[in-house]
């Protein structure tokens, strides 16, 4: 018998990823196309990735998902995680030249 605790706290993942995806794909959106912004742009698919390897965790555990998605899902998260490092680091570089500039 499932647990139905675990039921609820995926489903709820699944509506906070969704809201999560929602917005990265609105803020890729705004930055299309400027270079200034591509650290923001790495954050967004990043938070992408991990929202939906998030979500792909949350079915496997509601719906019993065949073993496989379990580590492909792993390695969405590590892409998001990188994805996230690598906008953090830009943005990161970008403050510290604006803060030296003034």
């Keep these: 018998m499932v647990n139905i605790y675990l039921i609820v706290v995926n489903l709820l993942s699944l509506l906070i990823n969704l809201s999560l995806a929602y917005f ?6 705004v930055f299309r196309g400027e270079k200034t912004d591509i650290g923001w742009g790495y954050v967004s698919l990043g938070v992408l990735a991990l929202a939906t390897s ?3 965790f949350a079915l496997y555990y509601i719906l019993t998902l065949p073993s496989m998605i379990h580590p492909i899902a792993g390695v969405v998260m590590m ?3 990188l994805l ?8 990161y570089k970008r403050w510290q030249l604006s803060e030296r500039s003034r």
Excluded: F, N, P, Q
Aim: glycine share 10%; proline share 0%.
């Design 79 to 81: 892409i998001g995680d």
């Design 54 to 56: 998030s979500s792909i």
């Design 24 to 29: 990265a794909v609105r803020l890729l959106l």
């Design 84 to 91: 996230i490092l690598l906008g953090l680091h830009e943005e």
